[in-house]
Each structure stands twice: as structure tokens, then as C-alpha cells.
């Protein structure tokens, strides 16, 4: 089979217009096109070739940006909104340099790729997920590892394990009662049949993506904001304001910048859904 550059490139831009396009979905309107009657391996074959043809240009870009003197590896993440970043020659200081919001969401899932041994079977599920070694370069991405790193930071007075942003408040506060998130059915337990379970965003004010990470069967937890604090504060330095939405009855601390951001990308979920780990980490990073 046979597939152009063109038509890979078509695929690209318009599945960045239109997230919830699958690939099979185009092989089969490239098929009736060309009067070829679809046939499943021809789907497999276009996402080879989709693959193939994102690493070439993900290696053409990152020659581009070294061209550009953009060597820092974290040059995307500490530019990723020009209004926020971009610094004025005799700029006069401000009070804050950056005004974000944190928040998850939990519409990019992606089902855990389990069998039985038999359907009679008491014991539990295996994974049969396919080992892949392929990984993203994108500094906004933050990995397992380092989100885990902060799995113990919270000292939880109620050994919860993992915590919550509140655990270690000596003094109570209004908003724990207003905190939708800290509902037990929505929290601390892992969602069944999900590995990822959903996507916790750092964005700023102008609604750009600064960086994101997985949740991983769980609901929103205490390391995903603290993860993408600490990382904020470590490479860029300064006075901050920053709006964690937990769903406080205050107008005052409510921001909903990250919710405006799901909204486009929630049209990701019909793809992320049966992907494999590296094809969802692909499609999150395309469209961020
Ligand atoms: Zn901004």
C-alpha cells in the first residue's frame, strides 16, 4: 500500500481541526475515494505510516529549533505563552510575573488492556498491554516519574494514602466542604476499567497549555498539582498567582481558564479511549 505525503499531511492538519477523527475512519474515506474496497490491515498500515511520518517531523522541527539557538530543553515550556513570558527590555517589575489554573479532567481516558485467564476464572486480569518503548520528547509532558515524586510530599493527618491538597491545613478551611473533588466516590479510588484516568492541566491565563500530565488510575490527587507547582516555581521563577479550580463556592478563587481548554480538547476522547499508552500520549501531545 501505498500513501503520500500529501495525504499523510492532510491527515495531520485536519485531525488538528478535527480531533475526533479516527485514522480508520480516514482509510476508509481514502479507500472510497480511490473506489478500493476497505480492508482492515489498511488501517494498521496508515498508523504505521502516520507514525513514521510524525517522526520525521518531530526531527525536522527539533533541527529547526537548534538552528534557532533554542537548545534548552525546556525552551518550549518556559515559552509556551508569549503574553506571560515574553520579557520588555526596562520592563518595570510586576506583581505577579504569571496568573494560572490547575485542574483535571478525566474525558482523555484509556481503557487498561486486560485478559482472563478464563471466563470461569476467579483470579484477577492480566495486562496484555504490548511493551512499547517510544517515548515523546515534550518538555511540558511531565512523566510518571517525576509526578511520583511528589506521591509522599502531603504528610495526610488521616494516612489516606497519596493525601489531598488539604490534608495538612492546621486550619480548617470553608472550601473543604465546598470541594466537590474530595467526594470519596470521586477521588482517592481508582476508575475500574481506566489506566489513564483523565489529564491534570496547568494552563495560563490565556488559556495555553504550560504543562499537563496523566493521572493514572485515580482521580485528581494531591501530587498532580503539587508536581506542576514545583515545577513552575523550579524553571520559571517568581511571584505567581495560581487558581487551583476544586470547585469552591467562592467567586472570589474560582478559575475556570483549564475548563475552557477541555472544551476543545475533550474531542481527543473518542480516539483516546482504545489507543495504546504511546498513541494517546501522541494525540495529547499533538493537540497541546
Ligand atoms: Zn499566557
Redesign the pocket.
Known sequence: LGISFNTLEYFRVLTSRCPQLSIQVFAKTVCEINSIAFRPHYRDQFSAAIDAFLEIKRRSHARLEKALGRTDPLWSYKNA?V??TYKVADEAPMTYIMQSTLDGNESLKRMKRVKKPSAESDEPAISIERPDSRTLDNAQYMSEDYVNEFKDENEAPTNVPDGSPVDALEKPTPCVDKWANLAADSTKKSVGNFQETGLFLHA???G?ALAYCDMIESGERAKYPLSLVSHLLTNIPGPHIIGYDIGCGFSTTATNKCEHVFSQSNGLARCTRLASRFHRRQLIDRWF
Open positions: 505563552c503574553p506571560c495560563c491565563r490565556h495555553n
